[in-house]
């Protein structure tokens, strides 16, 4: 899938401007034909880590060299 090769690795910025991670994988329901989201690491090893956080479609506000959130996301 093309757009999944270019969105993977971009950085993924807040409101704020904290950096939140990189994009590691893109979400899609193929039953309902959506995206879902993008999944999110914060590194580990070889740039990858071992969890992510998903980020909701609906949140994002746009994909260009970063992606940009509507919103600040706080860690947990």
């Given at each position: 899938?093309?757009?999944?090769?270019e969105?993977?690795?971009k950085?993924?910025v807040?409101?704020?401007?904290?950096?939140?991670?990189?994009?590691?994988?893109?979400?899609?329901?193929f039953?309902?034909?959506t995206?879902?989201?993008?999944?999110v690491?914060?590194?580990?090893?070889?740039?990858?880590?071992?969890?992510g956080?998903?980020?909701?479609y609906?949140?994002?506000?746009?994909?260009?060299?970063?992606?940009?959130?509507?919103?600040?996301?706080?860690?947990?």
């Amino acid at each position: 899938m093309l757009i999944k090769k270019e969105i993977i690795g971009k950085e993924v910025v807040d409101t704020s401007g904290n950096l939140v991670g990189k994009v590691e994988d893109v979400e899609i329901d193929f039953e309902n034909q959506t995206l879902v989201g993008f999944m999110v690491g914060k590194g580990g090893i070889f740039g990858r880590s071992s969890g992510g956080t998903l980020i909701p479609y609906g949140i994002i506000k746009v994909v260009g060299d970063m992606v940009l959130l509507t919103k600040e996301l706080h860690e947990s």
